[in-house]
């Protein structure tokens, strides 16, 4: 079964503009944790919220979390077109990492 | 500085055959994931290694499958009596240690005819 689940399922923009993608999750976490995948490839590990934090940034991406509607967003900023790929949230299970991805967002950038 | 290894990248075999899919995670992570992934989803754990034993198998979907660590690194997913269903992405995934975050290998593509 599936923790998660991000909205939209599918984005698509021009190089430039923002993006955000939100995730839903249904019980209580130590964490959350925000994945890419580029087409035919394994994922990659982009950035990690703990319960307590409400608010993160990496580069051009910005990450939320409001625990209290179980819910995440993560902003790509200044999009370029090698942001195309696919976007998991992931919750973490057993205190050992066990993630839990949701169905994901596949975002296309246009140049 | 090589990541994660899967191997075969791809793998179409018949119905009812046995597989084996194997992970040579990043040399000194402890910990090691198998993840099942099927189009237009996200990865589902399938077990968690710690060293040579099998810490969680609780995703394992049935007695058909079967994955084994027996030196600490290198780690084998066995499928046997394939079906169909079985058709999906394996991915595997290791950690330095349990908590730290995962890096995956590029999966196999596994097909059942």
């Known amino acids: 079964s599936q923790q998660g689940e991000e909205d939209p399922q599918a984005l698509s923009i021009q190089e430039g503009e923002n993006a955000t993608m939100n995730c839903s999750y249904k019980t209580s976490i130590n964490n959350l944790q925000w994945y890419r995948q580029n087409s035919g490839r394994g994922l990659v590990h982009l950035i990690l919220?703990?319960?307590?934090?409400r608010e993160k940034h990496s580069g051009r991406l910005r990450v939320t979390l409001d625990t209290s509607k179980k819910s995440s967003s993560l902003l790509i900023t200044a999009s370029r077109a090698a942001d195309t790929a696919s976007y998991f949230c992931a919750t973490e299970e057993g205190g050992y990492n066990k993630l839990i991805f949701g169905a994901g967002t596949r975002l296309a950038v246009h140049p | 500085g090589a990541g994660v290894s899967q191997t075969p990248s791809n793998k179409v075999t018949e119905k009812g055959k046995y597989v084996e899919l194997r992970c040579d995670p990043i040399s000194g992570h402890t910990a090691l994931y198998w993840y099942r992934q099927s189009l237009g989803q996200g990865p589902e754990f399938l077990i968690y290694f710690q060293g040579t034993g099998a810490a969680d198998d609780s995703g394992l979907p049935n007695d058909r499958f079967f994955a084994v660590r027996p030196e600490g690194s290198v780690s084998t997913l066995k499928i046997q009596r394939t079906e169909r269903g079985d058709s999906a992405v394996y991915l595997c995934?290791?950690?330095?240690?349990?908590?730290?975050?995962?890096?995956f290998g590029d999966g196999t593509r596994l097909s059942i005819l």
């Open positions: 919220i703990r319960s307590n934090e």
């Open positions: 995934a290791s950690s330095l240690t349990a908590n730290q975050p995962q890096h």
